[in-house]
């Protein structure tokens, strides 16, 4: 990464929804979580689209398609068209379609979601190392799929068949524990064959320029509720990034975060879309300001004084903690004071 690294969030007069033209949403931990609706989702999307931003939802799941999931946004108060949704399936097709002919038949190790998006883009999937496939793509299959399928990409990927993955996410969140994801899933074939896989979800390049070639937004922030899917992925693609605190990552997570992780902004949910952003300024030789709140390093601990709301306390914390940093993770205890702000 050649940018400079951020070391503060970033501050914006007007609401965000207002300063980008369109919003790149995550889906789980942003919108809705275990299927149910994320509290603010509902209402601050609805307020924001009728404001005049473009919504777009980019998920790196490859086994619902488009459609699947906008039905499951419109039912949750959310309305979508399928054309508003990018899935990692589509960006490992188009990847697929460039480098093979028209026409050519694709081993596909996954669900529905990724069968579709390779015949939207002329490629003829096939379920059998032995249907003379050009290649292979893996992506999540489900809860039932089967081990055979793993054996299935083996064989084809062992012949030195070009390999594809949806994405690489090694887990999945789930109302019960962490279940494994499609790149454990991946990590198994690649045990197997020695081989390695080109990928193309978040955070990498492919998913980024297929959000930007299905949405032609001008001016996008991506919404993520994930370090090092979404906020990397606004990195590598050059935009600005919003963290919402309602999924994956926690508070202290973002004040040690490595500056390819570090947001524009951060936000406890998403009524932070509609807000302008404070600035968090400077005080004193190493200190932070961000409403009522200053943190400053002391020693090797960071220290908070003030009172407010909670967010502008993380938000000065995280100046003082990536300022240190620099280049690198913050290495200061921050446990406590970040506890004391109950987010
Ligand atoms: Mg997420």
């Known amino acids: 990464m050649n940018q400079t690294a951020r070391t503060r969030p970033g501050g914006s007069e007007r609401a965000l929804s207002e300063a980008y033209d369109t919003a790149l949403l995550d889906l789980d931990g942003v919108v809705y979580a275990g299927g149910e609706a994320i509290a603010y ?5 609805g307020a924001a689209r009728e404001g005049g931003m473009h919504l777009a939802y980019v998920t790196n799941n490859a086994a619902r398609t488009p459609q ?49 998006a390779l015949r939207e883009r002329g490629l003829v999937p096939v379920e ?17 799929m089967p081990w055979s399928r793993l054996m299935e990409a083996s064989y084809a990927v062992a012949r030195g068949l070009p390999w594809f993955a949806s994405n690489t996410d090694l887990t999945i969140p789930s109302g019960r524990g962490i279940a494994p994801g499609n790149g454990a899933a991946v990590e198994v074939v690649r045990i197997a064959t020695g081989a390695t896989p080109q990928v193309a979800g978040k955070p990498l390049p ?7 070639l299905r949405t032609g937004a001008e001016r996008p922030l991506v919404v993520g509720d994930r370090l090092d899917t979404d906020i990397e992925g606004a990195h590598v693609g050059g935009v600005d990034s919003l963290l919402v605190l309602t999924g994956v990552t926690t508070a202290a997570q973002l004040v040690a975060a490595r500056p390819e992780h570090r947001p ?13 952003q404070p600035e968090v300024e400077p005080v004193g030789d190493d200190g932070f300001r961000c409403g009522g709140w200053t943190a400053s390093v002391d020693g ?7 009172e407010g709301e909670p967010v502008d306390g993380l938000r000065a914390l995280c100046a003082a903690a990536w300022t240190a940093a620099g280049d690198g993770v913050c290495e200061l205890d921050s446990g406590k004071v970040v506890a004391r702000l109950g987010l």
């Open 68 to 116: 699947t999931v906008a039905e499951h946004l419109t039912r949750l108060g959310v309305p979508a068209e399928p054309s508003d949704v990018i899935t990692s399936a589509q960006a490992v097709a188009r990847l697929i379609s460039e480098q093979l002919p028209a026409g050519s038949r694709v081993l596909v190790i996954g669900a529905e979601g990724l069968r579709v």
């Open 264 to 276: 524009t902004y951060v936000a406890e949910d998403l009524r932070g879309l509609l807000e302008p």
């Open 41 to 45: 989702a509902v209402e601050s999307l």
């Open 300 to 306: 090797d601990a960071l220290v908070l004084a003030g």
């Open 128 to 144: 059998s190392a032995d249907d003379d496939p050009a290649a292979v793509v893996q992506g999540y299959g489900g809860p039932d």
């Open 206 to 212: 492919p998913m980024h320029r297929e959000t930007v």
